[in-house]
């Protein structure tokens, strides 16, 4: 039985509102930001047999993302629809009696999802995107986590365009050219090395609750590094 005992080590918070733009294409980045941390918002409620945090926590995701998604249904409606059938399946599963050995809730998450991010790539492939470095370092983070996540729950990787060990080495480097405003970019590059070990281990050697926590440190980092 996994353990149950939670204490804070995830938070799915995006970017906070005051942090938003009128920027099209950093809103855009922050929608596929919303949707991965939906993905690994789940798989942690599914990995953790509905904990109240991670309830909590999922919670929180789809609130976030809402908001994220309402600031560019205009421009992008088709992208909307499809966040809000993800994450009408979350709310729907959030009373589910869990069962380890049945993996139809990631398996139908994904079903959702891998649209989602279909119609949110068609969409960048049709824009000029300039989305500030931090950003994208922020936006391939969500998706190794996302990615992580997915497996810890299930006997596959999240889908068969993925792979996390090449998105994990794009996110070192990506790292290594960051301004290094007030002398985080150190911190940054020790807490992503922590996570990075963790990501690219077997099936068999995942550590969620550590991951989790230490991402989570990294969102801040990367907030304060933009910030700076």
């Known amino acids: 039985m996994r353990l149950l005992v939670v204490f804070m080590v995830f938070a799915a918070s995006l970017f906070p509102v005051s942090a938003w733009s009128d920027n099209h294409s950093d809103n855009l980045i922050r929608a596929e930001i919303a949707a991965y941390q939906l993905s690994s918002a ?44 993800a994450s009408g399946f979350t709310a729907e599963k959030e009373e589910t009696v869990f069962d380890g050995s049945d993996m139809r809730l990631e398996i ?61 080495q794009i996110l070192s480097e990506m790292i290594t050219r960051l301004p290094d405003h007030a002398s985080l970019r150190n911190k940054l590059t020790r807490k992503w090395s922590f996570i990075k070990t963790k990501v690219l281990a077997t099936k068999e050697q995942v550590a969620p609750f550590l991951t989790l926590h230490t991402a989570n440190d990294i969102r801040k980092l990367l907030a304060a590094m933009q910030q700076g």
């Open 42 to 85: 789940f798989s942690a409620f599914v990995f953790f047999e509905g904990a109240p945090r991670f309830s909590k926590e999922l919670r929180h995701a789809r609130q976030q993302g809402d908001q994220m998604m309402q600031i560019i249904s205009e421009r992008y409606p088709q992208i909307q629809q499809q966040w809000q059938q």
């Open 108 to 168: 139908g998450l994904s079903v959702y999802q891998n649209e989602l991010y279909r119609q949110i790539n068609l969409a960048k492939q049709q824009s000029e995107l300039i989305a500030s470095n931090y950003l994208q370092a922020r936006l391939k983070l969500e998706k190794i986590l996302a990615q992580y996540m997915y497996s810890a729950v299930s006997a596959g990787a999240y889908n068969s365009e993925n792979n996390i060990d090449e998105d994990a």
